[in-house]
T-cell receptor
Framework: DTAVSQTPKYLVTQMGNDKSIKCEQN?????MYWYKQDSKKFLKIMFS???????INETVPNRFSPKSPDKAHLNLHINSLELGDSAVYFC??????????FGPGTRLTVL | GQQVMQIPQYQHVQEGEDFTTYCNSS?????IQWYKQRPGGHPVFLIQ?????EVKKQKRLTFQFGEAKKNSSLHITATQTTDVGTYFC??????????FGKGTTLSVSS
C-alpha cells in the first residue's frame, strides 16, 4: 500500500495554463505539506496544512493555491503557469513532530 | 530567521572511502532530522536527533548532534555504491516547520 501518493507523476504543459496536482496519504497523519524542488535539488516548503487548516504559507506566488478537502488529501492548484514553475513538487505528511513521509513527486515542465 | 548551511554541496569518493556531511544552524535547534534522496527518487527519512551531544548509529551511518544543538553531522564508513544520493539535514526550531538544507550529493565510483 502506498503511504503518500501523488498524481500525476509527470505534467507537461504550456505557459499560461492552469493545472492541479493531487496528493493523498493513508497514514492517518494530521499534517500535510507541499515542497518544491528545483533543478539544484533545493527543497523548499511551500505550504503546510494541519487537520485541513493552513498553518504555513511560505512566500509563494498567489497563483499557487492549496486545497485540503479532508485531512487525507492536499491538492495543489497552479494558475497561469510560468517557465519558472518547472520543478519537482513533493507532497509529504507527518504526525508532528516526527518524520515526514514523502510522495513520489510530480515533475512539472512548463513549455 | 533560521539559516541552515550544509557542506559540502558535492562529494565524490571511491568505494570503500569514508564520507561526512555537515549541517550548521545559526540558531539553537529543537531537533534535527536527516533524509536521503536517491537519484530520481523522493526524500526518505533516516533519523531524528533530539538530545545535545547525541550520537546514533545505523549500520555504517553515524549521526551526531552538537553539544550546543546548532550543528550536526552524518558520517558514512566504507561507502558503497548504494550510498549514492543526496543527503539532507532538516533542522527544526521550536514552533516552526522543518527547513531543509541544500543537501550534499554523494557519488561513489567502484
Amino acid at each position: 500500500d502506498t503511504a503518500v501518493s501523488q498524481t500525476p507523476k509527470y505534467l507537461v504543459t504550456q505557459m499560461g495554463n492552469d493545472k492541479s496536482i493531487k496528493c493523498e496519504q493513508n497514514l492517518g497523519h494530521d499534517t500535510m505539506y507541499w515542497y518544491k524542488q528545483d533543478s539544484k535539488k533545493f527543497l523548499k516548503i511551500m505550504f503546510s496544512y494541519n487537520n485541513k487548516e493552513l498553518i504555513i504559507n511560505e512566500t509563494v506566488p498567489n497563483r499557487f493555491s492549496p486545497k485540503s478537502p479532508d485531512k487525507a488529501h492536499l491538492n495543489l492548484h497552479i494558475n497561469s503557469l510560468e517557465l519558472g514553475d518547472s520543478a519537482v513538487y513533493f507532497c509529504a505528511s507527518s504526525q508532528d513532530p516526527t518524520e515526514q513521509f514523502f510522495g513520489p513527486g510530480t515533475r512539472l515542465t512548463v513549455l | 530567521g533560521q539559516q541552515v548551511m550544509q557542506i559540502p554541496q558535492y562529494q565524490h569518493v571511491q568505494e570503500g572511502e569514508d564520507f561526512t556531511t555537515y549541517c550548521n544552524s545559526s540558531t539553537t535547534l529543537s531537533n534535527i532530522q536527516w533524509y536521503k534522496q536517491r537519484p530520481g527518487g523522493h526524500p526518505v527519512f533516516l533519523i531524528q536527533l533530539v538530545k545535545s551531544g547525541e550520537v546514533k548509529k545505523q549500520k555504517r551511518l553515524t549521526f551526531q548532534f552538537g553539544e550546543a544543538k546548532k550543528n550536526s553531522s552524518l558520517h558514512i564508513t566504507a561507502t558503497q555504491t548504494t550510498d549514492v544520493g543526496t543527503y539532507f539535514c532538516a533542522p527544526n526550531q521550536a514552533g516552526t516547520a522543518l527547513i531543509f538544507g541544500k543537501g550534499t550529493t554523494l557519488s561513489v565510483s567502484s
